[in-house]
């Protein structure tokens, strides 16, 4: 098949490396130049496990190449994904404006292509978006009909950074949304390569499915941070607690990790926006609201014990070890770092922050409000107080001992050696 994918962030630069290594000819566009030159020279512009090697080797094959020019790659093939970003409002609600911009342009290609061209909605768009946006769009600039000259469909996407190619190839379940019998099976053969569920729903449905999935992972894991900071108060290990609960299989084990919670760019965003969504619509999501309450507690709830434990800030040596949002990404996006190194500026504190990879986005936020350290033992040398925010495996053995005081709060239950400091759990 001959597919366009629009959009090169994480979905579309996966969707359109992971198509072509399944052997469809693939073009990815974009509107930004120097993304697509360097896609085109072999460099991903996002940090992504295997990527490079995989970009590498369809660009060799030559069934794969990014452009700026979305008309002359529409007009030319099979089917279109639509994967542009959906960031949020100042007050969380989504912004469509990427996605109206798109469909124009996919519209005025549609227009001059002979074949029954199908457009795939990728992007994580709020129930309706595709029927009562995308397709007016579509069908106003081709003068064509949605079902009847074109296929429309809406397939989210369940991509973990760090494993998102993974996630690609073998995904747990395959949503196509539309209600036309030819799209559904062209996309079935496209998307589900190997054998895996695959479900067919309306637009509205699809469209809500990836909505509900993120909102009940964010939910886990509040929920487990709630139990968490019960169980600290009862001088109960929240990890002991919830390795039982998570073994009856109505629960399962994945997502029960306690301590700074959730952040990324779709957790937080995804929440927000359906949370907004709602109200809109006349609904009180009181569920949803504590779900993100909970979730920026945590990140006060650590400034707050290094607060009681110093008695005041100002002025101290902090290090903060871990500006990633989880380990495994140079992504700081809504990652809990950020919110605490904030609060700690606030309150006069020195921030020495370390990371294994994000230090250089750390820098385009705080620049010369804090210190850069190279290495954990530069962020800890004659440090007040230590705050381990992410998970990153070289966390889990430290030497603490040039810190001026030994006290440690983790965020995150990685730290293995816990002798011969004050070592303070978030929630256990
Ligand atoms: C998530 C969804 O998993 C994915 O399906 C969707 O397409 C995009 O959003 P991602 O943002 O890459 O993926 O992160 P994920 O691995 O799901 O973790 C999200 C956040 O939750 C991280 O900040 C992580 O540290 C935190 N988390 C996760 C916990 O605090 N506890 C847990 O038990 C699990």
Same mark, same amino acid.
């Given at each position: 098949?001959?597919?366009?994918?629009?959009?090169?962030? *994480?979905?579309?630069?996966?969707?359109?490396?992971?198509? =072509?290594?399944?052997?469809?000819?693939?073009?990815?566009?974009?509107?930004?130049?120097?993304?697509?030159?360097?896609?085109?020279?072999?460099?991903?512009?996002?940090?992504?496990?295997?990527?490079?090697?995989?970009?590498?080797?369809?660009?060799?094959? @030559?069934?794969?190449?990014?452009?700026?020019?979305?008309?002359? /790659?529409?007009?030319?093939?099979?089917?279109?994904? #639509?994967?542009?970003?959906?960031?949020?409002?100042?007050?969380?609600?989504?912004?469509?404006? *990427?996605?109206?911009?798109?469909?124009?342009?996919?519209?005025?290609?549609?227009?001059?292509?002979?074949?029954?061209?199908?457009?795939?909605?990728?992007?994580?768009?709020?129930?309706?978006?595709?029927?009562?946006?995308?397709?007016?769009?579509?069908?106003? &600039?081709?003068?064509?009909?949605?079902?009847?000259?074109?296929?429309?469909?809406?397939?989210?996407?369940?991509?973990?950074?760090?494993? =998102?190619?993974?996630?690609?190839?073998?995904?747990?379940?395959?949503?196509?949304?539309?209600?036309?019998?030819?799209?559904?099976?062209?996309?079935?053969?496209?998307?589900?390569?190997?054998?895996?569920?695959?479900?067919?729903?309306?637009?509205?449905?699809?469209?809500?499915?990836? &909505? =509900?999935?993120?909102? +009940?992972?964010?939910?886990?894991?509040?929920?487990?941070?709630?139990?968490?900071? #019960?169980?600290?108060?009862?001088?109960?290990?929240? *990890?002991?607690?919830?390795?039982?609960?998570?073994?009856?299989?109505?629960?399962?084990?994945?997502?029960?990790?306690?301590?700074?919670?959730?952040?990324?760019?779709?957790?937080?965003?995804?929440?927000?926006?359906?949370?907004?969504?709602?109200?809109? #619509?006349?609904?009180?999501?009181?569920?949803?609201?504590?779900?993100?309450?909970?979730?920026?507690?945590?990140?006060?709830?650590?400034?707050?014990?290094?607060?009681?434990?110093?008695?005041?800030?100002?002025?101290?040596?902090? /290090?903060?070890?871990?500006?990633? +949002?989880?380990? &495994?990404?140079?992504?700081?996006?809504?990652?809990?770092?950020?919110?605490?190194?904030?609060?700690?500026?606030?309150? @006069?504190?020195?921030?020495?922050?370390?990371?294994?990879?994000?230090?250089?986005?750390?820098?385009?936020?705080?620049?010369?409000?804090?210190? &850069?350290?190279?290495?954990?033992?530069? =962020?800890?040398?004659?440090?007040?107080?230590?705050?381990?925010?992410?998970?990153?495996?070289?966390?889990?053995?430290?030497?603490?001992?040039?810190?001026?005081?030994?006290?440690?709060?983790?965020?995150?239950?990685?730290?293995?050696?816990?002798?011969?400091?004050?070592?303070?759990?978030?929630?256990?």
């Amino acid at each position: 098949m001959k597919i366009t994918v629009a959009g090169t962030g *994480y979905v579309g630069l996966i969707t359109g490396v992971g198509l =072509a290594s399944q052997g469809h000819d693939v073009t990815c566009v974009d509107i930004i130049k120097e993304k697509v030159d360097k896609i085109n020279s072999g460099i991903t512009p996002i940090h992504e496990k295997d990527l490079p090697e995989l970009l590498k080797k369809v660009l060799e094959r @030559g069934n794969f190449r990014a452009t700026l020019n979305l008309k002359s /790659a529409v007009k030319d093939s099979d089917i279109t994904f #639509i994967c542009v970003g959906t960031p949020s409002r100042e007050d969380g609600s989504i912004n469509l404006q *990427y996605v109206e911009d798109v469909s124009k342009g996919i519209g005025e290609a549609i227009k001059e292509n002979g074949k029954y061209h199908i457009v795939v909605v990728k992007s994580t768009v709020i129930p309706g978006t595709t029927e009562s946006v995308v397709t007016p769009i579509l069908e106003k &600039y081709s003068g064509k009909r949605a079902g009847v000259d074109f296929g429309i469909a809406m397939s989210p996407e369940f991509l973990r950074e760090g494993k =998102a190619l993974e996630d690609f190839m073998h995904p747990d379940r395959v949503v196509i949304g539309t209600s036309d019998q030819k799209t559904f099976e062209t996309l079935k053969d496209v998307l589900a390569f190997e054998q895996t569920h695959v479900i067919k729903t309306s637009l509205k449905s699809a469209e809500m499915i990836k &909505y =509900a999935s993120n909102a +009940f992972l964010a939910t886990k894991i509040s929920f487990i941070n709630e139990i968490g900071n #019960i169980c600290k108060k009862l001088g109960i290990d929240s *990890y002991e607690v919830a390795k039982a609960v998570g073994m009856d299989h109505r629960i399962s084990p994945h997502f029960l990790r306690s301590g700074l919670g959730f952040g990324g760019s779709c957790l937080p965003k995804d929440v927000k926006a359906l949370r907004e969504k709602a109200k809109s #619509i006349g609904y009180e999501p009181k569920l949803l609201d504590s779900v993100l309450e909970v979730n920026q507690f945590q990140r006060e709830q650590m400034v707050k014990i290094a607060e009681e434990k110093l008695s005041n800030l100002n002025g101290k040596k902090i /290090a903060v070890l871990g500006v990633a +949002f989880k380990a &495994y990404t140079d992504d700081i996006r809504e990652a809990p770092a950020i919110d605490i190194i904030k609060m700690l500026l606030e309150k @006069g504190a020195n921030v020495f922050a370390y990371d294994s990879e994000a230090l250089e986005n750390a820098r385009k936020i705080f620049g010369d409000k804090i210190n &850069y350290a190279d290495s954990p033992g530069e =962020a800890l040398e004659s440090a007040d107080i230590c705050l381990i925010v992410t998970e990153w495996p070289e966390f889990k053995n430290l030497d603490f001992s040039k810190m001026k005081n030994k006290i440690v709060i983790d965020g995150r239950n990685i730290l293995e050696n816990r002798n011969g400091i004050d070592y303070v759990g978030l929630c256990w």
